[in-house]
């Protein structure tokens, strides 16, 4: 299941969203995208998480959660413009 992260702190980096998420289950990907030109994070991004139980049950335990003073919304993605594995190498050089 890709799941759809909004509202995150823009100094947050990729690894610390995957490990927020692994507290809830495996993870195969997540990513926070960027600004290519700016170098900026746009302050949302994706986790993709294989067992979809997991994957809502961190859908339901960190929409709302504070992470460096700000509240995450996760919802389940409904469309990517991109695959994970394109944004992905992206993201490498901004993480």
């Known amino acids: 299941m ?3 992260v ?3 702190p ?3 980096r990729s690894r610390e969203l ?3 998420f692994e507290e809830h289950g495996t993870v195969e990907k997540a ?5 290519k030109v700016k170098r900026y994070s746009k302050g949302y991004g994706f986790v993709e998480m294989p067992n979809e139980n997991e994957a809502k049950e961190a ?4 929409n709302g959660f504070s992470l460096k003073g700000k509240n995450l919304v996760v919802t389940e993605a409904t469309s990517t413009k991109k695959s994970a594995e394109n ?4 993201d490498k050089d901004f993480a």
Do not use: V
Not at 31 to 35: L, N, Q, R, V
Not at 59 to 62: A, F, G, N, R, Y
């Open 10 to 12: 823009f100094k947050s």
């Open 31 to 35: 990513y926070i995208i960027f600004d």
């Open 59 to 62: 859908i339901e335990k960190l």
């Open 2 to 4: 890709i799941i759809f």
């Open 87 to 90: 944004q992905e190498e992206e």
């Open 6 to 8: 909004a509202n995150i």
């Open 18 to 20: 995957r490990e927020l």
